[in-house]
């Protein structure tokens, strides 16, 4: 009996040790005992071409509605060029120049002061969707568009998450919607590719709960969950664009983030078979890619002609750490792409922002890191291959 009591003290004891070395999970930063290669990353291999960036950005509605034209500049090109410059970045593509005057604006302040080394897309002036002639207003936009300079046209997830028939509080309205028939089109008939994001990582439709491997980022950003409500689920959405895609064969289409699906490779291969003007690039998405290296690196054999080199790069401040424009961004990317190191992470930040894992590279061989740092965007672009 006394010999019970004391394991029953000892064992409470134990626990309340336990109990007061207890760390909040926001708090927990384990660093790792693994003694594993760390490649040294002295630049890319090849010129670079980041496909996704984001320079400028416009004030917006709740359901993402942009309510003018008018651009701000989360950048000033001076301050961008020496990263730049160290990672060997040729050309970085700013995605969302707005459209009209904000469009025209972008163009003056980075492809104009500073040719080669910026590019600018527009967007569609989703806010005048209510408009009966929206087809012909917005046709004229984009041949507007292209003559300020434009090099493609940027689809927010606003279409198929967020607008709605009715500005307040209507029925979401479908990707393929026919009303945007002649705007891909027109992409089609000006040569100018759309990147298109129209769905978030497959956790964001789960319930925010104790088994969602992004807890801690959507218990950070609570709307960036579309759990639930009246929003379509990431299987609706996929194929209401890949319809699209069907329709339009003759315009070329970027599936942004890995085709907003990295953690299925086998679903955008699908796509990719299916439809041979869709294209993906890798932004954001290397948290993804990373952690099935051998998957990946069958997926960029495979694809190696139709995979973009992007980061969704912001300047610091604006966004997410894992998207601060910088040298160690690049620096992981490249050493993702390029080596075979195990175990390292995914983004520049203290605590993983998007899950708890980490990443490994998938060594890809000269011929392809070519053509996805550079010569599968150039084509796209209208640029000279390397």
Known sequence: MIALMRRRIFLS?????LAQQSVPIEKFEPRSMLKAKATPINGPAFPVIDFHAHLSWAARSKNGVALTGDRTFIAEPKDLLPTMDR???KTVVNLTGGYANGLK??????DKAYPGRFLTMTEPAWALTQDPNYPKLQGDLLNEAKRNGACGLKVLKTLGLYLRSNISDGKLIEIDDKRFDPLWDACGQLKIPVAIH?????AFFLPTDRFNERFEELNNHPDWSFH??????NDQLLAARNRVFARHPKTQFVGLHVGNFAEDLANVSNTLDNHPNF???IAARVGELGRQPRASRKFFDKYQDRILFGTDAVPNGFETPQQIFGDQLYEIYYRFLETTDEYFNYAPAPVPPQGRWQIYGIGLPQGILKKVYHNNAAKLLGLTRI
């Open 279 to 281: 294209h993906v690039d």
């Open 87 to 89: 990672q060997k970045l």
């Open 198 to 202: 129209v769905s978030d990582p497959i």
């Open 228 to 233: 639930g409500k009246d929003f379509p689920s």
């Open 105 to 110: 604006q972008a163009v003056d302040k980075f």
């Open 13 to 17: 004891s134990a626990t309340a040790a």
